[in-house]
Every structure is written in structure tokens, then in C-alpha cells.
């Protein structure tokens, strides 16, 4: 196994391989998003790290809530929408937001006509599951991989 390095310009690292692993349709709705895992190059194994961009009439993820992993977010640029279930709120750079277990739902939409640019934090909590309260679909995480299923169970 080589050695992590050091130290990288973050906006260099290369690409996550697969843009979404959510099932189709909602696999499509991400197509504006690109995120550049950092963690993983560190060989970071109890949190993630990723550099995500937007581009305008990008969303983050689906509105969603963990039940096991917190998240954080912190602006580097652009002026993206936090939407919540309980309302939304414009953020700006140097602003951040933070999502305990079981919190509210979340994501993040660039309403703006620029990138929105912004570090994702999240541990890697065992037996994490998501749901999703606006669209058909959960998460659950089996065996370190995402599993995704509609409301009733049914699979994707």
C-alpha cells in the first residue's frame, strides 16, 4: 500500500468515480454536482471529506436525514440555498451548517447563475440509514456500501 501524501491542492484531486449512487430518476437530478473525495486520500477512516462543486440548477443530494451520521457543510464560494424541512436559507462563503443524527433534512440547491463551491464533513458511522421525506426512496448502509430501496421496502 503506498504512502498518503502529505499535503494536495484539494482542487486538483481527482473526481469521485461515480457522480451519484442513488437508482434512477434520482441519479440524474445530481448531474450538476462533482464532488472531490479528500479524505479518502489521506486514508482518513472515521470521517469523510469531500470539495463539491455545483454548477447553477445543481442540488447537493436529495433532501435527506441520517440516522447515525452527522454532517457539516462550510461555503469556500457562491451563494447556495440551504433547504430544510422546517424553511430555507441563503448561505454565503465563510458561512457553515451542521446536521446532527436524526436532525433535520437537508440540502443544499445553487439557485444562483455562478458555482457554488463547498466542503461536505461526515462521519462514517456503522448502520447508518437515510431517509428521504420529499421523494420514494431509503438508504441503508450494508456492509460499508449503500443500499436503496423505495418507502415500502421494494427495491430500486
Known amino acids: 500500500m503506498s504512502k ?15 457522480s451519484s449512487n442513488y437508482p434512477e430518476p434520482f441519479r440524474s437530478r445530481m448531474s450538476k454536482r462533482e464532488k472531490r473525495p479528500l479524505g479518502d486520500l489521506f486514508g482518513l477512516s472515521n470521517f469523510g471529506v469531500n470539495l463539491t462543486r455545483l454548477a447553477p440548477g445543481g442540488e447537493s443530494a436529495l433532501l435527506h436525514r ?18 430544510c424541512d422546517d424553511g430555507e436559507t441563503e448561505l454565503s462563503p465563510g458561512m457553515c451548517a451542521g446536521f446532527p443524527a436524526g436532525g433535520r433534512a437537508h440540502h443544499l440547491v445553487n439557485r444562483s447563475a455562478a458555482d457554488v463551491v463547498y466542503l461536505e464533513i461526515g462521519d462514517r458511522s456503522k448502520g447508518d440509514g437515510v431517509t428521504y421525506p420529499s421523494d420514494d426512496i431509503a438508504a441503508a448502509l450494508v456492509e460499508g456500501r449503500w443500499v436503496f430501496t423505495r418507502k415500502d421496502g421494494a427495491p430500486y
Open 66 to 83: 441520517h440516522s447515525r451520521q452527522d454532517e457539516f457543510v462550510y461555503i469556500l464560494e457562491g451563494r447556495p440555498t440551504l433547504v
Open 4 to 18: 498518503p501524501p502529505l499535503a494536495i491542492n484539494a482542487a486538483e484531486a481527482a473526481l469521485r468515480a461515480v
